[in-house]
């Protein structure tokens, strides 16, 4: 079994920076892409930005400059850097990845339980 558990959720002012933390565990073989998405109260959960296995990022436009996603392959764990963060910037992050099972070698992709960023002062 396989879980994504994140962490680092909280409350900032604007023009602060955050930082998330989502860690893989379990039955795990390799990860691919990791990436990050988002979902606004009453809104569509959206892409925030991904990275490969090999460090390639993408970045959505809202957040390009701004927001910067790392990871740590030994640890199976991904990061999301926010900085200059904004009102519009408040929803719940989730993690995402694609992960082989090392039960079964199946590609499966995997959410995190998501964590609350708010953006207020």
């Known amino acids: 079994q396989v879980q994504l558990v994140e962490s680092g959720g909280d409350l900032v002012q604007p023009g602060g920076s955050l930082g998330l933390s989502c860690a893989a565990s379990?039955?795990?073989?390799?990860?691919?892409?990791m990436g990050w998405y988002r979902q606004a109260s009453g809104k569509q959960r959206e892409l925030v930005g991904t990275?490969?296995?090999?460090?390639?990022?993408n970045y959505a436009d809202s957040v390009k400059g701004r927001f910067t996603i790392s990871r740590d392959n030994a640890e199976n764990t991904v990061y999301l850097q926010m900085n200059s963060l904004k009102a519009e910037d408040t929803a719940v992050y989730y993690c995402?990845?694609?992960?082989?099972?090392?039960?079964?070698?199946?590609?499966?992709?995997?959410w995190g339980q998501g964590t609350q960023v708010t953006v207020s002062s």
């Open positions: 995402n990845a694609l992960i082989y099972d090392a039960r079964d070698r199946e590609l499966r992709s995997y």
């Open positions: 379990g039955t795990i073989f390799s990860i691919g892409v």
């Open positions: 990275i490969t296995s090999g460090g390639s990022t």
